[in-house]
């Protein structure tokens, strides 16, 4: 089963090979601002389908987690831990 995603203006796409490990909701202060679940794969589960330049990052904090968004319409898509 592969599930498609994108962001708003489809620049950023991407695919996942298998359902989620889990789904949380992170109450830290940038997840509560974006009003968000969090579905966990693994790095093999996980394929972005556009060209890297297509994605940002922001980092804040300790900046171990990256969170990954449309460089054009800045949609949040993905983040890496």
Not at 7 to 25: D, K, L, R
Not at 63 to 78: L, N, S, V, Y
């Amino acid at each position: 089963m592969t599930i498609k995603g994108s962001c708003h203006c489809e620049a950023t796409t991407f695919e996942v090979s298998e359902p989620p490990q889990t789904v949380t909701q992170c109450t830290c202060s940038f997840c509560s601002k974006r009003g968000s679940l969090w579905a966990y794969y693994l790095p093999e589960q996980f394929k972005l389908t556009s060209p890297p330049e297509n994605v940002s990052f922001y980092r804040w904090g300790s900046k171990t987690i990256k969170h990954g968004f449309c460089a054009a319409c800045g949609c949040g898509t993905f983040t890496e831990t």
